[in-house]
């Protein structure tokens, strides 16, 4: 069994930054590529970012440029480093990835809100 806890979210002005962090344990992937996604109310979960086993990064056109994904120094911990938020980033964020029984696993989800 695969679980993740992401942590890091709350509530910030425009223009703030939050770093958001998820930690997955139990039966991984071998390759573990890990990512973000964000849900707003009323809207479908959209990709945000994801980030390989080799390091190699995607971000969504969304938040190039304002959010960074990395590797966290313990094995199977990522990050999501939030700049310039806006009120359009207000979200519930979940971190997911791959477990070796190659289902996808997500997180709960860590709030996320932009005030204006």
């Known amino acids: 069994q695969v679980q993740l806890v992401e942590s890091g979210g709350g509530l910030v002005q425009v223009g703030g930054s939050l770093r958001l962090s998820c930690a997955a344990s139990?039966?991984?992937?071998?390759?573990?590529?890990m990512g973000w996604y964000r849900q707003a109310p009323q809207r479908q979960r959209e990709w945000v970012a994801t980030?390989?086993?080799?390091?190699?990064?995607n971000h969504a056109d969304a938040v190039k440029g304002r959010f960074t994904i990395a590797r966290g120094n313990a094995k199977y911990t990522m990050h999501l480093q939030m700049n310039s938020l806006k009120p359009e980033d207000t979200a519930v964020y979940y971190c997911?990835?791959?477990?070796?029984?190659?289902?996808?696993?997500w997180g709960q989800g860590t709030q996320v809100t932009v005030s204006s």
């Open positions: 997911t990835t791959m477990g070796a029984d190659g289902n996808d696993y």
């Open positions: 980030i390989s086993n080799s390091g190699n990064t």
């Open positions: 139990g039966r991984l992937s071998s390759t573990y590529a």
